[in-house]
């Protein structure tokens, strides 16, 4: 065989397994915590860490050393198109919620504490 069939054998071997590569399904990857500005909008200041489980769930990540800090962190890899990543960042002191940022917006009324 020529070089030029060799050359040629490679290219479309090459070309073929890019094609492949095209048409084989990948599934999209959530992780973390899923969570919709619904359930942001039920936090308020001075609720119990338990309270805040029972609203918005476990968080993805707990720190060891600083325990007044809580991420919920919720993350997607899609197949196609970008990436989905959304934060909320909780501050918590002597057990309970004081304030919190990330991507979601502050209720009006997170400063009401629930018992009024």
């Known amino acids: 065989m020529s070089r030029f069939g060799v050359f040629l054998v490679a290219v479309i071997t090459l070309n073929g397994c890019s094609l492949l590569d095209k048409m084989v399904y990948r599934i999209d990857i959530p992780q973390g915590n899923y969570l919709e500005q619904d359930d942001v909008d039920k936090l308020r200041v001075g609720m119990t860490e338990e309270q805040v489980v029972f609203v918005l769930g476990t968080p993805v990540?707990?720190?060891?050393?600083?325990?007044?800090?809580?991420?919920?962190?919720?993350?997607?890899?899609?197949n196609s198109?970008?990436?989905?990543?959304?934060?909320l960042v909780l501050t918590f002191n002597d057990k309970r919620l004081q304030d919190f940022k990330g991507d979601f917006d502050k209720p009006e009324d997170f400063n009401q504490a629930l018992d009024q």
Request: charged share 40%.
């Open 61 to 78: 990540a707990q720190n060891s050393f600083d325990s007044d800090r809580w991420v919920y962190l919720y993350k997607m890899d899609p």
């Open 81 to 87: 198109g970008e990436d989905y990543r959304k934060e």
